[in-house]
C-alpha cells in the first residue's frame, strides 16, 4: 500500500438543514463548499473541501449525537478560530491539554463534536 490517508469524513445532519450547515461551515468556519457527484444529486448532501480531504454532511434523522465521535480540524491561527466561534455564538468547550497540540472543541448546529487544534511540535517528544 504506497498511499494511505483519510479522503473524506462524513457526519450526519437533520433533513432540510442544508441553509443551517452552510451558515456554520462556509459563513463561519470559513470552508469551501464543493458539489457533490451528479449521481448523488438526488440526495440531501452539502460536501466540503478540507485540505487534501472532504467533509461530508449527509441527512439522517435520529441519530444519537453525544458520543466521543468527532473529527479534527488543524488550523494555523487556533484563537482566532475560537474568537470567530465565540462571535458566532458557538460555545468552546476546554478539554485535556496535550503538548505540542493546543485544542478546543466546539459543536456543529447539529450536535457533531468537532476538535480544533494546532500543531506546535510533536507530543511523543515533548512528553520524554
Not at 476546554?94 to 456543529?108: A, S, V
Request: charged fraction near 25%; proline fraction near 6%.
Amino acid at each position: 500500500m504506497s498511499r494511505l490517508r483519510i479522503q473524506h469524513v462524513s457526519v450526519p445532519r437533520p433533513s432540510g438543514s442544508a441553509d443551517q450547515a452552510r451558515r456554520f461551515y462556509t459563513d463561519v468556519l470559513g470552508l469551501e463548499e464543493v458539489s457533490p457527484p451528479k449521481a448523488l444529486a438526488h440526495l440531501d448532501l452539502v460536501w466540503y473541501r478540507i485540505g487534501d480531504g472532504e467533509l461530508h454532511l449527509f441527512a439522517e434523522d435520529g441519530a444519537d449525537q453525544r458520543s466521543g465521535r468527532h473529527f479534527c480540524l488543524e488550523v494555523d491561527d487556533l484563537e482566532a478560530v475560537r474568537a470567530r466561534l465565540t462571535a458566532a455564538g458557538v460555545a468552546v468547550e476546554e478539554t485535556i491539554p496535550i503538548p505540542g497540540r493546543p485544542r478546543f472543541f466546539c459543536r456543529d448546529p447539529f450536535g457533531n463534536q468537532i476538535e480544533v487544534t494546532t500543531i506546535t511540535g510533536d507530543y511523543r517528544s515533548l512528553e520524554a
